[in-house]
C-alpha cells in the first residue's frame, strides 16, 4: 500500500515547524511544555487534553465531562461503564460482556476510545488503575480525532512520572461478593530533570452471577526526562492481562427481561471465557519552540491478543420451559503503530489574537480475526434447544473449523488545522477542517479458498478521503459565561467500527457521516462551582445497526437524535461537594417504511431519562459522608423495540476516615436499598441484571 499520504503529511507538518523556528525568538520563558499557557486548577482540570490546545473549557463549544482519578476512587468506580453513569448523555452497553461499549448522544460504539489523545480501538475492559481523568466529549467531531465519534469520544489520562516528589501509595479492597483489588502508584525523583512512575494493579473479578470471575493485574512504568528548558520527553508501557468468564446475561420474555433469574448463568463453565494480552508502548516528546509556539510528537506501538469464546441465550420459552442457546469462538491480533504530531501557536493576526492548532496522523492497524461456530451433535447446527434447569445442564458441543477468517490491513492518514480567533472582547471564533485518507484491504482466507467463480476472489479494498469541518461561535457576556452555537461533523468507512464488515456489496457504499449541531451554555457560578447546559441534534446518514432478528447482521439506516444535557459540578459550600447531571434523549430512524407507511423505530439502549448526582460532605478533618442517587428510565433492547428494559433508581453511600495524611478507610455500599434492575442489554435476549446490595471496603497507605 502507498505511503505517500504519511510522507505528504510529515513534510507538511517539518515545513511549518521549520518556518516557524525560523521565526522563533530566543527570549524563551519557563511554561509547561505540553500547554503553552499554565492549567488552572478547578476542580484539578482546567483544560482538556483531548481538545489539544490550552483552551480552557469554558471556551469550548461542545459538552465535555472531566471525571477525576479523585472521583473514580472515591466512588470505588471500577470500570469504564461503571464511569459512565455518572456521565450525561452517555448509556452503557453489555458489550458481550468482553469489551467496553457504550451509546454518546444516540450513537453505539465499541472504538472511540482513546488513550492520551491516540486512538484506543481494540475491544477489551479498560482498566483504571493509572488514570489521573477520563474526558467525555460529547457530539461528532472529526477534526480532532478522525473517523468515528459520531456522538462523541472517550479520552483516558494516565498518570506521568513527575519530579515534583516522591511518594508511594498502597491501596487494597474487597467487597460482599469477593471481588478485590491491590493497587500501587509510586513516584521517584531521581533528580531535578528526571522521574520514574509505576503504576500496578491486581484485580479479582466476582459478582453476583453465579460461576461469574475472574483476574486481571496490569502494570505501566512511565518515565520523564525534562531535556532542557525547552524539551520534555516521556515514554511509557503497559501491560494488560485479563482473563475472566463471560456472561452475556439473562434473556427476556413476554417483552420483558426474564423474572426472578438474576443469579441464572446462561452459558457453559468452563468454556465462557475472554482472555487478553495488550502491550503498550509510547514515546512522547513536547518542545516549546517560543513564548508563542510549541510542538508535540507521540508514537505508539500496541499489540493485543485476544480470545472470546461463549455460549449465549438466544430464546426462553417458559411455556414449554425450554430455552436456547447459541455459541461460537472468536480471535484477534492486532497491531497497531500511531503517529500524531501536533503545532500549537498563540499569535497575532490581522489585529486580532489567535490560537492555532495544526496537525498530522498516521496509522497503520493490522488486524486477523477468525470465528468457529459451537457444534451440538445432537441438532449437528451451532444453536440447540434444551429443558431449563438452574443451572443449565448444556448438551456437549465441539467447534466447527473456521466460518470466518480474514486478515485487514487499515492505513490512515490526516491533516487538520484549526484556528480559535478572539474577535472581540465578547465573541470567539473556532473553526477548523480535516482531510482524511482512509485506506483498508481485507483479506477472506475462506473465499480465496473457495475461488473467484462466485464473484469474490477474497481480496477486498476500499478507500475513503473525507474533509470534516468544525466551526463554533461563543459569546462571553461575563468572562464566568459562555453561551455557543456549533457545528461539526465526522464518518465512519464502510468497514465498520472493527474493519470485520467489508463486504462486496458494503466496499462502494459512502462512508458514514454525522453532522452534531449544538447550542450551550457554561456558567462558572463560582471560583469553584460551574453548571453547563446543552442542546444539540446529531443525525447519521448512511449508518448500520445489528438486526434485532439475527444478531450477526447488520441493517442499513439512518438516524436522528437530540436532545438535553445539564451537569453541575463543585462545591456548594466549603463542606458540599457535587457532581449532579441529567439527559433527556430521543432518537429514532429515519426513512423506515412498512406497508407503504412510515414506520421510524426508536433507538434501541437510549433512556429519554437518565439522572445522576453524587454529593460528598465533610464534618471534619478525619470524616466525610458520600451519597449517590441514579435514575434510568425505560429504554429498547433492540431496534425492533419489542423488548424493554424497565426504568430503575439506585441509591449509593460511602464513608471515608482519614486516620492521618498517610492512612485513610473507606466503605462504599451500593444498591443500599436492593433494587433489582437491569442497567445494560447487547439484544433481546442478552440483557444484564444490577448487582443488589453490596459493600466495598478499602484502605490506602501513602507515605
Not at 130 to 139: D, T
Not at 466 to 474: T, Y
Not at 625 to 633: F, I
Given at each position: 500500500?502507498?505511503?505517500?499520504?504519511?510522507?505528504?503529511?510529515?513534510?507538511?507538518?517539518?515545513?511549518?515547524?521549520?518556518?516557524?523556528?525560523?521565526?522563533?525568538?530566543?527570549?524563551?520563558?519557563?511554561?509547561?511544555?505540553?500547554?503553552?499557557?499554565?492549567?488552572?486548577?478547578?476542580?484539578?482540570?482546567?483544560?482538556?487534553?483531548?481538545?489539544?490546545?490550552?483552551?480552557?473549557?469554558?471556551?469550548?463549544?461542545?459538552?465535555?465531562?472531566?471525571?477525576?482519578?479523585?472521583?473514580?476512587s472515591?466512588?470505588?468506580?471500577?470500570?469504564?461503564?461503571?464511569?459512565?453513569?455518572?456521565?450525561?448523555?452517555?448509556?452503557?452497553?453489555?458489550?458481550?460482556?468482553?469489551?467496553?461499549?457504550?451509546?454518546?448522544?444516540?450513537?453505539?460504539?465499541?472504538?472511540?476510545?482513546?488513550?492520551?489523545?491516540?486512538?484506543?480501538?481494540?475491544?477489551?475492559?479498560?482498566?483504571?488503575?493509572?488514570l489521573?481523568?477520563?474526558?467525555?466529549?460529547r457530539?461528532?467531531?472529526?477534526?480532532?480525532?478522525?473517523?468515528?465519534?459520531?456522538?462523541?469520544?472517550?479520552?483516558?489520562?494516565?498518570?506521568?512520572?513527575?519530579?515534583?516528589?516522591?511518594?508511594?501509595?498502597?491501596?487494597?479492597?474487597?467487597?460482599?461478593?469477593g471481588a478485590?483489588?491491590?493497587?500501587?502508584?509510586?513516584?521517584?525523583?531521581?533528580?531535578?530533570?528526571?522521574?520514574?512512575?509505576?503504576?500496578?494493579?491486581?484485580?479479582?473479578?466476582?459478582?453476583?452471577?453465579?460461576?461469574?470471575?475472574?483476574?486481571?493485574?496490569?502494570?505501566?512504568?512511565?518515565?520523564?526526562?525534562?531535556?532542557?528548558d525547552?524539551?520534555?520527553?516521556?515514554?511509557?508501557?503497559?501491560?494488560?492481562?485479563?482473563?475472566?468468564?463471560?456472561?452475556?446475561?439473562?434473556?427476556?420474555?413476554?417483552?420483558?427481561?426474564?423474572?426472578?433469574?438474576?443469579?441464572?448463568?446462561?452459558?457453559?463453565?468452563?468454556?465462557?471465557?475472554?482472555?487478553?494480552q495488550?502491550?503498550?508502548?509510547?514515546?512522547?516528546?513536547?518542545?516549546?519552540?517560543?513564548?508563542?509556539?510549541?510542538?508535540?510528537?507521540?508514537?505508539?506501538?500496541?499489540?493485543?491478543?485476544?480470545?472470546?469464546?461463549?455460549?449465549?441465550p438466544?430464546?426462553f420459552?417458559a411455556?414449554?420451559?425450554?430455552?436456547?442457546?447459541?455459541?461460537?469462538?472468536?480471535?484477534?491480533?492486532?497491531?497497531?503503530?500511531?503517529?500524531?504530531?501536533?503545532?500549537?501557536?498563540?499569535?497575532?493576526?490581522?489585529?486580532?489574537?489567535?490560537?492555532?492548532?495544526?496537525?498530522?496522523?498516521?496509522?497503520?492497524?493490522?488486524?486477523?480475526?477468525?470465528?468457529?461456530d459451537?457444534?451440538?451433535?445432537?441438532?449437528?447446527?451451532?444453536?440447540?434447544?434444551?429443558?431449563?434447569?438452574?443451572?443449565?445442564?448444556?448438551?456437549?458441543?465441539?467447534?466447527?473449523?473456521?466460518?470466518?477468517?480474514?486478515?485487514?490491513?487499515?492505513?490512515?492518514?490526516?491533516?487538520?488545522?484549526?484556528?480559535?480567533?478572539?474577535?472581540s472582547?465578547?465573541?470567539?471564533?473556532?473553526?477548523?477542517?480535516?482531510?482524511?485518507?482512509?485506506?483498508?484491504?481485507?483479506?477472506?482466507?475462506?473465499?480465496?479458498?473457495?475461488?473467484?467463480?462466485?464473484?469474490?476472489?477474497?481480496?477486498?479494498?476500499?478507500?475513503?478521503?473525507?474533509v470534516?469541518p468544525?466551526?463554533?461561535?461563543?459569546?462571553?457576556?461575563?468572562?464566568?459565561?459562555?453561551?455557543?452555537?456549533?457545528?461539526?461533523?465526522?464518518?465512519?468507512?464502510?468497514?465498520g467500527?472493527?474493519?470485520?464488515?467489508?463486504?462486496?456489496?458494503?466496499?462502494?457504499?459512502?462512508?458514514?457521516?454525522?453532522?452534531?449541531?449544538?447550542?450551550?451554555?457554561?456558567?462558572?457560578?463560582?471560583?469553584?462551582?460551574?453548571?453547563?447546559?446543552?442542546?444539540?441534534?446529531?443525525?447519521?446518514?448512511?449508518?448500520?445497526?445489528?438486526?434485532?432478528?439475527?444478531?450477526?447482521?447488520?441493517?442499513?439506516?439512518?438516524?436522528?437524535?437530540?436532545?438535553?444535557?445539564?451537569?453541575?459540578?463543585?462545591?456548594?459550600?466549603?463542606?458540599?461537594?457535587?457532581?449532579?447531571?441529567?439527559?433527556?434523549?430521543d432518537?429514532?430512524?429515519?426513512?423506515?417504511?412498512?406497508?407503504?407507511?412510515?414506520?421510524?423505530?426508536?433507538?434501541?439502549?437510549?433512556?429519554?431519562?437518565?439522572?445522576?448526582?453524587?454529593?460528598?460532605?465533610?464534618?471534619?478533618?478525619q470524616?466525610?459522608?458520600?451519597?449517590g442517587?441514579?435514575?434510568q428510565?425505560?429504554?429498547?433492547?433492540?431496534?425492533?423495540?419489542?423488548?424493554?428494559?424497565?426504568?430503575?433508581?439506585?441509591?449509593?453511600?460511602?464513608?471515608?476516615?482519614?486516620?492521618?495524611?498517610?492512612?485513610?478507610?473507606?466503605?462504599?455500599?451500593?444498591?443500599?436499598?436492593?433494587?433489582?434492575?437491569?442497567?445494560?442489554?447487547?439484544?433481546a435476549?442478552?440483557?444484564?441484571?444490577?448487582?443488589?446490595l453490596?459493600?466495598?471496603?478499602?484502605?490506602?497507605?501513602?507515605?
Amino acid at each position: 500500500m502507498s505511503k505517500k499520504p504519511l510522507f505528504n503529511a510529515v513534510s507538511l507538518a517539518l515545513l511549518a515547524t521549520h518556518t516557524i523556528c525560523a521565526q522563533a525568538t530566543d527570549n524563551v520563558a519557563e511554561a509547561d511544555l505540553e500547554h503553552i499557557t499554565v492549567r488552572g486548577a478547578f476542580f484539578g482540570q482546567h483544560v482538556a487534553d483531548a481538545v489539544k490546545t490550552p483552551t480552557l473549557l469554558i471556551n469550548v463549544p461542545q459538552s465535555v465531562s472531566i471525571i477525576s482519578a479523585q472521583q473514580i476512587s472515591e466512588q470505588a468506580l471500577f470500570s469504564v461503564a461503571d464511569v459512565m453513569q455518572y456521565t450525561p448523555g452517555v448509556s452503557i452497553g453489555l458489550g458481550e460482556d468482553h469489551r467496553d461499549q457504550v451509546t454518546i448522544r444516540g450513537q453505539n460504539t465499541t472504538a472511540d476510545f482513546f488513550v492520551d489523545g491516540l486512538r484506543d480501538d481494540v475491544q477489551y475492559f479498560r482498566p483504571l488503575y493509572n488514570l489521573q481523568r477520563v474526558e467525555v466529549l460529547r457530539g461528532a467531531n472529526a477534526l480532532l480525532f478522525g473517523r468515528g465519534g459520531g456522538g462523541g469520544v472517550i479520552n483516558r489520562v494516565t498518570k506521568v512520572a513527575d519530579t515534583d516528589a516522591s511518594f508511594t501509595a498502597f491501596n487494597a479492597g474487597i467487597d460482599t461478593f469477593g471481588a478485590g483489588s491491590v493497587s500501587v502508584d509510586t513516584n521517584q525523583v531521581i533528580d531535578k530533570d528526571q522521574a520514574f512512575r509505576f503504576n500496578g494493579v491486581f484485580d479479582a473479578i466476582d459478582n453476583h452471577r453465579d460461576f461469574k470471575d475472574g483476574e486481571r493485574f496490569a502494570l505501566n512504568p512511565t518515565y520523564s526526562w525534562q531535556v532542557n528548558d525547552d524539551t520534555l520527553m516521556r515514554l511509557s508501557y503497559e501491560y494488560v492481562d485479563d482473563d475472566r468468564v463471560v456472561d452475556r446475561g439473562i434473556p427476556s420474555s413476554d417483552g420483558a427481561p426474564l423474572d426472578n433469574m438474576q443469579e441464572t448463568f446462561f452459558g457453559k463453565p468452563g468454556f465462557n471465557n475472554t482472555t487478553l494480552q495488550a502491550h503498550i508502548a509510547k514515546v512522547r516528546v513536547a518542545h516549546r519552540l517560543s513564548n508563542d509556539w510549541s510542538a508535540n510528537a507521540t508514537l505508539q506501538y500496541a499489540d493485543y491478543d485476544k480470545l472470546y469464546q461463549n455460549l449465549y441465550p438466544v430464546n426462553f420459552d417458559a411455556a414449554a420451559g425450554t430455552v436456547t442457546l447459541d455459541g461460537y469462538k472468536d480471535t484477534t491480533t492486532r497491531q497497531n503503530t500511531l503517529l500524531q504530531i501536533n503545532l500549537v501557536g498563540q499569535i497575532e493576526g490581522f489585529g486580532l489574537p489567535h490560537t492555532l492548532l495544526a496537525g498530522v496522523e498516521y496509522g497503520d492497524q493490522d488486524t486477523h480475526n477468525d470465528r468457529r461456530d459451537a457444534f451440538f451433535a445432537q441438532t449437528e447446527d451451532d444453536q440447540i434447544t434444551f429443558a431449563f434447569s438452574n443451572p443449565l445442564i448444556v448438551p456437549d458441543m465441539s467447534l466447527t473449523e473456521p466460518v470466518r477468517d480474514r486478515a485487514s490491513n487499515v492505513n490512515f492518514a490526516s491533516v487538520f488545522l484549526q484556528d480559535e480567533i478572539s474577535l472581540s472582547e465578547h465573541w470567539i471564533l473556532v473553526a477548523g477542517l480535516r482531510y482524511d485518507n482512509f485506506d483498508i484491504d481485507v483479506a477472506d482466507q475462506i473465499e480465496v479458498e473457495n475461488g473467484a467463480e462466485d464473484g469474490n476472489n477474497g481480496q477486498l479494498t476500499s478507500t475513503d478521503t473525507k474533509v470534516s469541518p468544525r466551526v463554533g461561535l461563543i459569546y462571553k457576556p461575563l468572562e464566568s459565561v459562555s453561551m455557543y452555537a456549533s457545528y461539526s461533523k465526522s464518518f465512519l468507512p464502510r468497514s465498520g467500527d472493527q474493519f470485520l464488515t467489508l463486504s462486496l456489496t458494503s466496499q462502494a457504499l459512502d462512508a458514514e457521516e454525522f453532522e452534531n449541531r449544538e447550542l450551550g451554555i457554561k456558567w462558572n457560578l463560582s471560583e469553584t462551582l460551574t453548571v453547563n447546559a446543552a442542546l444539540f441534534e446529531v443525525e447519521r446518514e448512511n449508518g448500520t445497526t445489528q438486526d434485532p432478528n439475527n444478531p450477526e447482521r447488520t441493517l442499513l439506516t439512518g438516524t436522528k437524535t437530540s436532545g438535553v444535557e445539564l451537569q453541575l459540578v463543585g462545591q456548594l459550600t466549603p463542606a458540599w461537594n457535587i457532581n449532579a447531571g441529567y439527559s433527556n434523549l430521543d432518537g429514532h430512524e429515519l426513512g423506515r417504511v412498512s406497508e407503504g407507511l412510515l414506520a421510524n423505530r426508536s433507538l434501541a439502549q437510549l433512556p429519554e431519562h437518565m439522572f445522576s448526582v453524587w454529593n460528598q460532605y465533610t464534618f471534619n478533618a478525619q470524616w466525610r459522608l458520600g451519597v449517590g442517587v441514579m435514575y434510568q428510565s425505560e429504554q429498547f433492547a433492540t431496534l425492533n423495540n419489542a423488548v424493554e428494559l424497565p426504568d430503575f433508581w439506585r441509591v449509593d453511600t460511602a464513608l471515608y476516615y482519614h486516620h492521618s495524611d498517610k492512612l485513610k478507610f473507606q466503605l462504599n455500599i451500593d444498591n443500599i436499598f436492593d433494587e433489582d434492575y437491569y442497567p445494560s442489554a447487547h439484544n433481546a435476549n442478552n440483557i444484564a441484571t444490577g448487582e443488589p446490595l453490596n459493600a466495598r471496603l478499602s484502605v490506602q497507605y501513602q507515605y
